[in-house]
T-cell receptor
């Protein structure tokens, strides 16, 4: 059973600070990792993906991957109230055609 | 560019009634297609996926079925809805392993 674990939160961060979201996964063979953002009542949207160990930066977002520890994180710099949402970590369980396994998500609240 | 259409956006159905949700994709050929469900307070659960016309794989045994009558059309059905079928249903298409979601259908079974 492939599992993806996230702290459900809520995680409350003041505006302008760095928000740190964490995810662990059980399948040591996983090769790619995805972060989705989901606003309340809306569908998830892909914001970052990472394949290699280390950091990947895209604007205010940085994804960090540590395959040895089976740990992936998402950092949001200069947090804005519009970043308030649920962030979902996802991992393809097999070759990729059979869909993504999602964590339950972390609810992030940016306090103005 | 690729777009995915899913309808209706909201649906209220009585217990025991049938269900049909439709999803179509534009701008790509032979996409992998998926149906997910997100119940209140729970994560996204993969229900069905399809790698081609007429090819359906079921992840969770349940009251639902899926069909893919055309390359870019994916349909989720039920003959008789249960209260437990309530949730947010999401269609998605994927290139490589990156999945992109439709707007979702919020189904309430009463």
């Amino acid at each position: 059973q492939k599992e993806v674990e996230q702290n459900s939160g809520p995680l409350s961060v003041p505006e302008g600070a760095i928000a740190s979201l964490n995810c662990t996964y059980s399948d040591r063979g996983s090769q790619s990792f995805f972060w989705y953002r989901q606003y309340s009542g809306k569908s998830p949207e892909l914001i970052m993906f990472i394949y290699s160990n280390g950091d990947k930066e895209d604007g205010r977002f940085t994804a960090q991957l540590n395959k040895a520890s089976q740990y992936v994180s998402l950092l949001i710099r200069d947090s804005q109230p519009s970043d308030s949402a649920t962030y979902l970590c996802a991992v393809p369980p097999g070759g990729g055609a059979d869909g993504l396994t999602f964590g339950k998500g972390t609810h992030l609240i940016i306090q103005p | 560019s690729q777009t995915i259409h899913q309808w209706p956006a909201t649906l209220v159905q009585p217990v025991g009634s049938p269900l049909s949700l439709e999803c179509t994709v534009e701008g790509t050929s032979n996409p992998n297609l998926y149906w997910y469900r997100q119940a209140a307070g729970r994560g996204l659960q993969l229900l069905f996926y399809s790698v081609g016309i007429g090819q359906i794989s079921s992840e969770v045994p349940q009251n639902l079925s899926a069909s893919r009558p055309q390359d870019r059309q994916f349909i989720l059905s039920s003959k008789k809805l249960l209260l437990s079928d309530s949730g947010f249903y999401l269609c998605a298409w994927a290139v490589n392993t990156e999945a992109f979601f439709g707007q979702g259908t919020r189904l309430t079974v009463v």
